[in-house]
């Protein structure tokens, strides 16, 4: 019985992650997370801060640009 | 008598060592002094020379332009600082902006890099629109070459997850917007931050084409002709000294950041660079010297301000900064 709903399980997971993972991705790359990247991107870089905080602060972009995707 | 011919013959020497010394290492040494002296404009305190987000400076026969990203307009100043009128205002219609990062003066017109709304506008120097044209990109510099066409680049667009790839950096446009040529492939990496940072980049015109420097990881400065083909790429003087960092990257590795220049301008046939300095962090940032460079790469001298900056405009013996505060300013030099 529990092997039969580790199955079940195990089969709903990657059935959803097969459906809804592209799904969002490729909403991903609808204007408005692109938009909301390119504005956090240019925020960063013409805030004139040091180049190593400069790259931490685009990696938050970028991260932010990942919860879009992924619609977070 | 004696005495006074060892003197002489010493004078002599020296002289003739100080004429080799000119001549040997730099021998446009006397273009440079060193000595820099500030000009206080006509209203030295007043609002309009500090900027929310300064996003570049230039400069034309009358006047000095100052482009501000947050405010999204162009502050106009006469040559001796006075703030005259401002160009533009933050929207999405004709003569508005929205982020607008870079403008080119050329012929009594002014083409702004309209970031934001991701197209190009042209206005008169009073603000009017005269036209414009979509780009498929965000702009990140403008400039506009002898035969009009409109060059714009932009930085890697590569999002996290793509493949290793490159891409063209700088199009060539016509005043209509029509795309004429792609030139200067992208450093890629993989890392987006890190492809970002190693391909930010200046646009300079020179006669006949522009120059295309990276800000840092690469010694070569490519001068781009207007049909957009490489014609030569100059190396930057071995004497230089880069400012180098090792930077976190992906996946726990280090990758090393050289950093050549904070901000770039031409004036004549010579190429300034703002240097970067160390800050107490260890962190990268605006400097206070700038490099001077001859068109052959060489170095041929240095200028040091009395105050960091982070943008520069250089006309012949004046330089027209921005400041750490976001405060424009003005300095001379000895440059002749």
Known sequence: MKKTIALVLATAFALAALVFVPASLAAGQAPGCERERYQCRADVLSNDEGWVRTMLMLSVCDIAWGRCVLKV | ?336
């Open chain 2, 1 to 336: 008598m004696k005495n006074q011919s060892s003197v002489l013959f010493l004078g002599l020497l020296l002289l003739q060592v100080g004429i080799i010394k000119a001549g040997s290492g730099f021998s446009q040494s006397h273009i440079l002094s060193g000595r820099v002296r500030e000009t206080m404009p006509e209203n030295p305190n007043s609002n309009s020379l500090y900027f929310a987000r300064p996003a570049a400076i230039g400069h034309d026969h009358d006047h000095i332009y100052g482009l501000d990203s947050i405010d999204s307009e162009i502050r106009v100043f006469s040559k001796s600082g006075a703030f005259l009128y401002a160009v533009g205002k933050k929207g999405q219609g004709p003569g508005e902006f929205d982020g607008p990062n870079d403008f080119w003066l050329d012929d009594g017109k002014i083409y702004v890099s309209d970031a934001g709304n991701g197209r190009v506008q042209i206005l008169d120097r009073k603000g009017r629109y005269l036209g414009g044209f979509k780009l498929k990109c965000f702009p990140h510099k403008i400039l506009v070459l002898d035969d009009k066409t409109v060059v714009v680049s932009h930085l890697p667009s590569a999002t996290p997850g793509e493949f290793l790839r490159k891409e063209k950096l700088v199009q060539g446009y016509t005043s209509s917007g029509d795309l004429v040529w792609e030139a200067v492939d992208s450093l890629s990496d993989g890392d987006p931050v890190f492809e970002t940072m190693q391909n930010r980049h200046v646009l300079k015109a020179f006669s006949g084409g522009f120059y295309f420097i990276r800000k840092c990881n690469d010694p070569l400065a490519r001068l781009v002709d207007n049909q957009g083909k490489i014609v030569r790429t100059i190396a930057v003087d071995k004497k230089f000294e880069w400012k180098t960092i090792a930077v976190p990257a992906r996946r726990g590795k280090k990758r090393r950041l050289s950093g050549l220049f904070w901000d770039c301008d031409t004036s004549g046939d010579f190429l300034y660079f703002l240097v970067p300095e160390f800050a107490p962090n260890g962190d990268i940032v605006a400097g206070r010297s700038l490099a001077v460079f001859k068109p052959d790469g060489g170095l041929a001298g240095r200028i040091d301000l009395p105050v960091q900056v982070n943008k520069i405009s250089v006309d012949g013996p004046r330089i027209y900064v921005v400041d750490a505060d976001y405060k424009m300013r003005i300095f001379l030099t000895e440059i002749k």
